[in-house]
């Protein structure tokens, strides 16, 4: 069964809420969305198993980069399972693939050329193909894939950024020519800093047959002051119809800021960046996005995110947050994710991951009520601000 995507509320202010359904999926899923990052198919630290203790059905997105699987089992051998659903036993969710995870397969514009992509990998600087990529492509069987694209940081020349639009349209041409019997096809958007150009290749992408759009060259340098306007030059182009991805937006100001701008799937290599550094998120879910509230009754520390590294923390034996739902938060303490970070036991990550995680698709959830509501931008307006107000506190304070 191919993707269907349709536009269930949409928000004269910005944002909308969609509704996504695969074939792998039991029930269709309301975007905005998140997409689970995944190193080969699974999250980094959790194991299948607890997958299910993730709300449902939010969970059942994740993203995985086809570059992954270079070291390891070949492709072939994937196929001959059956796709990656089949070798992980994981037949209910939906797998979007995209070569680009943010973390490990990071796009390196100066190994580019006009015959494929280049990408920094575990297995070292390799050059894709659109020929090596759609192969790979067609034996994983993912429910979505995003084509191949030429992401340039944004410090490149105006040359070197109309080039990589370029390639990117004419390296879309080139996968839907191959025809890969596997899953949506998104076409891939690119074009830096540049308003003009990520105009350009939006409206050539919008031409061609794809089930979809990915928006790539975010989160490579761009000024945070000029996202808004590239955002907008994008979505604004695009049909309304088809559902929207980025890779490169991570934190809690910069998804609110792609939602504004229509986007409706995001990846979430913050949460991984996160708990590899024992941070778990605490900052507040109320509904009308205030945080300053929260935050000023918390001993005056920064609680939009704690350390449980930290020392603090050895002797507290309550949840990291009391009122959240989660796993990790309704068996264990602070005390004790301490204790595992100091004795270096993996459990520490796989709990951590389970609570960041949980606590993003709540956000989510939030966001997704408020635009329901008609009362996205005020929720963005108010998120932001008390924020921003936390911060500068924190600032003077130290």
Not at 55 to 65: E, I
């Amino acid at each position: 069964m191919q993707m269907k995507f349709v536009v269930k509320k949409a928000c004269c202010s910005g944002g909308r809420v969609g509704a996504l359904e695969m074939g792998s999926c039991p029930k269709p899923m309301e975007t905005p969305a998140l997409l689970l990052s995944t190193r080969k198919g699974l999250p980094h630290f959790i194991a299948p198993d607890l997958l299910t203790s993730l709300p449902f059905p939010d969970s059942h997105l994740l993203q995985t980069s086809p570059l992954h699987f270079l070291e390891g089992l070949a492709s072939t051998t994937i196929s001959k399972i059956g796709g990656l659903h089949q070798m992980l036993g994981l037949h209910q969710y939906g797998i979007a693939a995209v070569a680009r995870d943010s973390i490990q397969c990071l796009p390196e514009s100066k190994g580019a050329t006009k015959l494929g992509a280049s990408f920094e990998t575990p297995c070292g600087r390799l050059l894709i193909t659109p020929k090596d990529y759609v192969e790979m492509i067609s034996c994983m069987r993912p429910n979505i894939w995003a084509t191949l694209a030429d992401e340039v940081p944004a410090w490149v020349s105006d040359k070197r950024n109309k080039t990589s639009v370029d390639r990117t349209v004419r390296w879309l041409d080139d996968c839907l020519a191959l025809n890969p019997a596997a899953g949506s096809v998104f076409g891939a958007i690119v074009g830096g800093p540049n308003l003009d150009e990520r105009k350009r290749c939006a409206v050539e992408v919008a031409k061609r047959n794809v089930s979809g759009y990915w928006i790539g060259g975010f989160g490579l340098g761009e000024g945070i002051e000029e996202r808004g306007a590239l955002l907008s030059a994008v979505t604004d182009v695009l049909p309304d119809e088809k559902p929207r991805m980025i890779s490169g937006l991570g934190l809690p100001e910069e998804i609110l800021e792609g939602i504004e701008a229509g986007i409706d799937l995001f990846d979430s290599t913050y949460i991984y960046s996160l708990t590899l550094g024992g941070f778990a998120l605490t900052f507040s879910l109320d509904k009308g996005g205030d945080q300053y509230d929260f935050q000023k009754c918390q001993m005056e520390r920064d609680l939009t995110k704690i350390n449980l590294r930290a020392k603090f923390y050895r002797k507290d034996m309550s949840p990291i947050l009391g009122n959240c739902a989660c796993y990790t938060c309704q068996n264990h303490t602070k005390a004790y994710v301490n204790h595992l970070f100091n004795v270096h036991e993996m459990l520490a990550q796989t709990l951590l991951e389970i609570h960041n995680t949980h606590h993003y698709l709540m956000f989510f959830r939030v966001i997704r009520e408020a635009i329901k509501d008609g009362r996205f931008k005020k929720f963005r307006l108010t998120f932001i601000e008390s924020r921003r107000v936390h911060q500068e506190t924190e600032a003077v304070c130290a």
